[in-house]
């Protein structure tokens, strides 16, 4: 079962546009990752954020958290076409694997 | 250092046929995760090897089964294969058990006709 849902699932932007996504779940957790998917290949790691912290960056990615709402956003600043992808978030509760949403399609129209 | 290998990467299979799969992690990576992600279903864990014993296990009927050998590496098999079987198989290490970064392979897709 997912425990992750993404929204918006498809998202199309202009290449230098913010993109924002959201994930919300329904449990607690322990700590939530986004991943990113480019089309029919493996995932790759963009960011983990710890149940105890609100806010975290990595260049042009800042990941916030909100454990009372049970949601997070993944903001994507200056988006470029290579942003292109499928997004990903990854709940982590206390001994459970990683918990994939469906995912949030992003086009970056150059 | 090289990356999490899967092979093979592409495969077709018919109905009742079985199939196995396989997964060379990270070198020094103990956990191996595999996935099933399908467009219906998005990804689905299958189960979470670590250090030869099975973890956890996802919603699989008993068709799903996997190991993992000594040196890390594992396998999945799938017996009498299902056209829903089809997917791509993707999987996943990492340093511990399934709580921090994965480190996926490029999948192995299945057709099965």
């Known amino acids: 079962s997912q425990q992750g849902e993404e929204d918006p699932q498809a998202l199309s932007i202009q290449e230098g546009e913010n993109a924002t996504m959201n994930c919300s779940y329904k449990t607690s957790i322990n700590n939530l990752q986004w991943y990113r998917q480019n089309s029919g290949r493996g995932l790759v790691h963009l960011i983990l954020?710890?149940?105890?912290?609100r806010e975290k960056h990595s260049g042009r990615l800042r990941v916030t958290l909100d454990t009372s709402k049970k949601s997070s956003s993944l903001l994507i600043t200056a988006s470029r076409a290579a942003d292109t992808a499928s997004y990903f978030c990854?709940?982590?509760?206390?001994?459970?694997?990683?918990?994939f949403g469906k995912g949030t399609r992003l086009s970056v129209i150059a | 250092k090289a990356g999490v290998t899967q092979t093979p990467r592409y495969l077709i299979k018919t109905r009742g046929q079985q199939v196995t799969l396989s997964c060379s992690p990270i070198?020094?990576?103990?956990?191996v995760s595999w996935y099933q992600q399908t467009p219906g279903q998005g990804l689905q864990f299958l189960f979470e090897y670590f250090s030869e014993t099975q973890r956890n296990k996802g919603n699989f009927p008993g068709r799903f089964s996997g190991r993992q050998f000594s040196n890390s590496r594992s396998e999945m098999n799938v017996s009498t294969l299902e056209l829903g079987d089809s997917a791509l198989y993707l999987c996943?290490?990492?340093?511990?058990?399934?709580?921090?970064?994965?480190?996926f392979g490029e999948g192995s897709r299945l057709t099965v006709l």
């Open positions: 996943a290490s990492s340093w511990t058990q399934n709580t921090g970064e994965l480190f």
């Open positions: 070198s020094g990576h103990r956990s």
């Open positions: 954020i710890r149940s105890n912290e």
């Open positions: 990854a709940t982590v509760a206390r001994n459970t694997p990683l918990v």
